[in-house]
């Protein structure tokens, strides 16, 4: 007899336990391995209609569809022989468990400027913890529950660690590198330079120090010490801890306790907002130096009392200079290591003091001693020049400095009649009496006497140097003859209506006797021309033909090698303007004799006579249509001097003593107009 025993999961106490299972919620396939109560050799299968879902494949259960996060039960029975029993099972579906990672990657900072980085994380399961792999940098901090990494770095630099992440899954760790980049903050961000004092005294380890508050700083400002054994900071720089201004204590930790010992520099800044590149840096002081700067520089200058001058302050090591007050400290300035100094008309041994303090606060003093009032030139060597006419050959009578301290500089004033004329040195220009300047030993004067009234007659004057006065007389001798010389034609200008300018025209040597004499070519109905200046000298003219071209101006021009010439017009000059020149010199050049020529066709000058030491110029323009020429040209005494030209160009000719003829021809009708002047003395 066959006995078939089944036992259901509702049984008693001796009925199998239910079996449940976990999945992840997206598993299609073996969801569950039953575990044989009978033996291997028993035989599995579900319940009919326990759950459509799930099947049976051998010892593995089965899922058609994933479970997602629900529970899905059913009841398997298991047989051997004769025996049989039956348990439930319950599978759920579970999120399934993936390892913590972590990532990100930290943003550039900015020195002096806070810094924070957090790092992100994913997956994993319950509580995190985070921690340092390496060494973090020292300004910085590790929250060991967000990971975040804060602080604030005063100086550029980058620095490289890890984080480490840990949970229930697992750990992760990140590599970091944080970049601290420079400033980028404007020069407007940088305060005012601060007064550093150094209060602990020269040679105390560590040392301490004070500064005062500028009007511009406010609370919030930052500010840094920097430390250096390079006086000029360019090497070795060390700074101390960036601080945060309060009023209210006042009291900061600058990180001097790293300075222990030797010789080191001190120096101080504040800025708001973003730390500048450059900043405003206070006086510099220095620890554990007792010695006082050498002063090296000159304690008495000389040779300059009597104008403005400066001289430059120097010592054996880097200092801070100041003057005095008292003494003569009012007619001196102090700028960096340059003193200066203004003139003074009096005679008098200037003294100033100034002090020299080094960046430990050691000073040294010296007295400056400026110039000797003993020290004056003795006399004036006087030596007259035959012929002393003041020309461009700068002959005259001179006068030379003697006596006194060669290098010594001293005041001078020349005073004398209008007439009298002074050059110094040799160079320059030559001026009127009653002009003043400054003068040294050996220096050389040149005067002359240039008055008509005057010539050959002595004229007095008297020159000052220092306390030493000389008067001397000036006899100006006229040279034989008058000289002269052409002057470069300048380009032709276009029609004429109003004013026009010949730029830069050449004016030959300056000389205070000079005249220019330019004769003005061109077409236009009537003399269009009504003024001219030269060198912005008016000038007088001396001759206008009175047809439709020409005139002749003068002016003395004793100043400028090139000036303008301007001429104004009342009427347009059809063929445009040009201009031709001379430049005379010589004491009392008058004119002696003018001729006019306005015929039409043939023409002939009236006979003119050259004085004895003058000169006679000849000017001629063919005012007709372009291209009309002279056909026989100009003939000055019989001879053909003159070749055939073109319109509207004008031609000079100087003759030498005696009756000068000159004639002219030409094939076109009312063309030729002249003039022709001489000069003598």
Known sequence: MTISTAINR??????????TGVTTTTTVGTVFTITRLLGSSSTLSLIAGTNANLSLSGANVQAAVALGTATQTAVVREALGQLAIEYPIAITGAVPIIPISISGAPSAGTAGSAFTFTPATANGSGTKTFSVVGTLPSWATLDPTTGSVTGTNPTAGTSSFSIRVSDASGAAVLVVSITIAAVTGTSANARSATLLTRTSGPIAYPPTVSFNRPIDWVDGDQGVLQWSTDASFATGVVEGNIITLNSATNSYDLGLSAITSGSVFLRFAAWTGARPTS???????????????????????????????????????????????????????????????????????????ISATDYAGNVSTQTITLGNAANQPTAFAFTPAAGAALSSANSSNTITVQGGQAGTIWPYAFTGTGTLYIKAGGVGSWVAAGTSGFTSANDQFYVAETAAANNSTSVSGTLTIGTTASTFSVATIPSANMTYQALTTPAAIGSVNGSVTFPACDLGPAAPNRAILYYVGGYAQGNPITAMTINGVVATMLANPGGQVGSLWIANVPNGTTGD??????????????????????????????????????????????????????????????????????????????????????????????????????????????????FGR
Not at 614 to 621: E, H, K, L, Q
């Open 565 to 678: 010439v301007v001429l104004t017009a009342n009427g347009n000059a059809w063929n445009g303007a040009s201009i031709t020149g001379y430049a005379l010199y010589g004491a009392n050049i008058v004119p002696t004799g003018l001729s006019l020529s306005t015929d039409n066709g043939f023409s002939t000058f009236a006979p003119m006579t050259t004085p004895a030491g003058g000169a006679t110029f000849v000017f001629i323009s063919n005012g007709g249509a372009t291209g009309s020429t002279f056909s026989a040209g100009i003939t000055v005494d019989g001879t053909s001097s003159f070749p055939a030209f073109n319109s509207s160009i004008t031609r000079g000719h100087t003759g030498t003593a005696g009756e000068v003829d000159i004639s002219t021809t030409n094939n076109y009708y009312n063309t030729n107009t002249g003039v022709a002047v001489s």
């Open 279 to 353: 900043l405003n840096w206070s006086n510099i002081v220095n620890v554990g130096d007792v010695v006082a700067p050498t002063i090296t520089s000159s304690a008495t200058p000389s040779g300059y009392q009597y104008k403005p001058g400066s001289m430059i302050l120097t010592a054996n090591e880097l200092a801070n200079w100041a003057i005095i007050p008292g003494g003569d400290s009012g007619s001196f300035s102090l700028s960096g290591n340059t003193l200066s100094w203004t003139a003074l008309s009096t005679l008098i041994n200037r003294t100033i003091q």
């Open 10 to 19: 509702s049984s008693g106490s001796g009925s199998p336990k239910a079996r």
